[in-house]
């Protein structure tokens, strides 16, 4: 997964507004606030932010 540390540093999450941190080993994005924690996948190097495409941890 390639996505450059500014763009990570502007992405937030869709459903809380919560900054993103990388899952590289799994090539998906994870919310950091624990009340969401909703996980999105990464497809391409593009980053899939639909909170109907994100699962649960």
């Not at 996505?3 to 080993?25: H, N, T, Y």
């Amino acid at each position: 997964m390639k996505i450059d540390d500014w763009l990570l540093e502007i992405l937030a999450c869709p459903s809380c507004k919560s900054p993103l941190r990388a899952e590289p080993e799994t090539d998906e994005l994870a919310c950091t606030s624990t009340a969401c924690g909703l996980v999105y996948p990464v497809r391409d190097d593009i980053p899939v932010l639909l909170v109907d495409e994100a699962r649960k941890p």
